[in-house]
C-alpha cells in the first residue's frame, strides 16, 4: 500500500512539474504579443478567469463578505469582476513597462514628490509600505525616475527564469531588487538604506510565510508583514505608503502619504504600531477604490490560533524572522 501510494505521489508530482513548465514556457513565448496587446485585451481576459477560475473566484467572495457586509452579493461581485480584470490590465502593463514613458503615464503632484523628498533628506533611508493596488510594478518605475536610488524586497519565482526576467526588467528601471532570503540579503538591505539612504518598498498586504504582526484589516485581525516595520523601527527612519491608481485608459495618478507614528525607542512596539498605521493607510485605498486590490488573496489565512499551534507543534515559522524579515536580530 505504501508502495502504491509513492507512485501516486510520483506521479502526481511529475504531472505538476510538467503542467508549470508549460506555463512558463507559454509566457516566455507570449511575452512579445503581450507587450503590444491593448490593454483591453488584459482587462477582458481577467474577466474571463472571474467566470473560469472558480476556486479564485469563490476565495474573492469569501474576502469580499469579510471587508464589505453591507453591500449585497450583486455589488460585490461586481467589484469581483473589476478586480479581476483590473488584475489583467495590471499584467499587460508589467509586460510593456520597459517601453513606458514612465513619467508621462504615472502623474506624480509636486506635493507628494516633496513627501518623499522631504522624507529622503533625513539621511536615514526611506521605508515605502505599500500594497498590490493597480498597477504596482509600475509606481516603483515612477519613484525610481524621481532620481532617489529606490530598492524592492521581493519573493523569488516558482522559477529561476521567471526570477531572471523580473529581476532584468526591474533593474532597467533603476530598481534594486533584494530577493527574500538570499545569502546576506539583510546586510545588503542595510547598507542600502544606510550608506546609500535608499528608499525601499515593500509589499505589506498579503498574508504570506514570513514574519509578522497581527494588525486590523477591515475590522479584523490581519497577519501582516512586518520587515518594513521593522526597519523604520531599527534605523528610525522615516516610513511612507505609496500607490497608483488608474484614472483613465494607460493613465494614472500616483499617491504618497506619509506614515506618522510617535517612535518610543521600544523596536517592538514601535514596529507593531508602524505595520498597524500603515494597514490602516492600506484599507482606506482599497475602500476608496477596492476594484483595483487583490481580493482572490486569502487575506485573513492565519490565525492567532495557527500561531499558538505552530509554537506548540514546534513547527513555528511566522515568528521566526529571516535576516531579511526583521531588523532586531543583527
Known sequence: MATGQKKKDFFFGAAKRVRREVRVRALLVSLPLLRHLPLGVGAALGWLAWYAVPRQRRLAQEQLRIAFPEKTQRERDRIGR????????AALETARGDRMDIKAVVALDPRDEAVLHAAHAQGKGVLVATAHIGAWELFARRICAVGIPCGTVAKEAHDPRLTALLQRSREQSGLRVFWRGAPMSGRALLRFLRGEKGILGILIDQDTRVAGHFVPFFGRPAFTPRAAGDLAARLDAPMVFCCVHRVA???????????????????????????????RVIEEEVRERPDEWVWMHPRWRTEPSDIARERESGTEQKNQPSRLDSGRSR
Do not use: K
Open 82 to 89: 473589476q478586480s479581476f480584470a483590473n488584475l489583467g490590465r
Open 249 to 279: 485608459r494607460g493613465m494614472h495618478r500616483m499617491v504618497v502619504r506619509p506614515i506618522e507614528v510617535p517612535r518610543s525607542g521600544d523596536r517592538e512596539r514601535d514596529s507593531i504600531e508602524l505595520t498597524a498605521a500603515a494597514t
